[in-house]
């Protein structure tokens, strides 16, 4: 009896293992999948990013600056994929641009997207301009470290710059606490008693579209 048991063992064994190396050679004839491209990757200078910017008045936006290469990058970019995914049915939109040189598209930028995860639009800086001018277009007062973080409101106005580091819960709050205002037909926040605020200054001509 235990030497039927056995040899039934035995054969049952050698037919799973027999199943699996077919199935294993039938993969290994496949072609290898290929993950999801990002939902947008393109190139844009600083006139096409600030209209980029622009076109999202009314949501809370976060714009966000970020290298392949910089040390904070894999520390905040899981912190605002996060938040696109929790928030972004309430308004929230996610801007990002990857300062990398156009050469390592396919070698950093597009691994970099895909292992994060992001599914908000991505853009490259063009090299048309040098990079200083890029930054100084953007914001006068950036000095070029990397990441850098843009919070805007509905209303367009930059309601907080986030340099080297961030906190999550941080982050969060402010990001909620903007959601949680209400904008009229014209994008400006309302007061209390329903007032339009004032709208946001506007920055001085050469100060860059998110600085001042």
Not at 95 to 104: E, M, R
Not at 147 to 162: I, K
């Amino acid at each position: 009896m235990y030497r039927f048991q056995s040899r039934s063992a035995l054969r049952t064994a050698g037919i799973v293992l027999g199943a699996l190396f077919v199935s294993q050679l039938a993969r290994a004839g496949q072609p290898a999948r290929e993950p999801a491209p990002p939902a947008v990757l393109e190139t844009a200078d600083a006139p096409r990013l600030a209209r980029e910017v622009k076109a999202e008045k009314g949501h809370v936006v976060i714009v966000q600056f970020w290298a392949g290469w910089a040390a904070s990058t894999p520390q905040q970019m899981p912190i605002i994929v996060e938040l696109y995914k929790r928030h972004h049915a309430q308004g929230l939109s996610v801007i990002s641009v990857a300062t990398d040189p156009l050469a390592q598209r396919d070698s950093r930028v597009l691994p970099l997207i895909r292992s994060y995860g992001i599914t908000f639009p991505t853009f490259m800086r063009t090299e048309t301009g040098d990079a200083a001018a890029f930054l100084q277009a953007v914001d006068a007062q950036w000095k070029g470290e990397l990441p850098r973080t843009y919070l805007l409101g509905r209303d367009g106005g930059v309601r907080r710059v986030f340099g080297l580091r961030f906190a999550a819960p941080q982050i969060e709050q402010m990001v909620t606490r903007l959601l949680a205002e209400p904008a009229d037909a014209t994008g400006r926040r309302r007061g209390r008693r329903g007032a339009p605020a004032p709208p946001t200054p506007t920055p001085a001509a050469g100060a860059g579209f998110l600085g001042g």
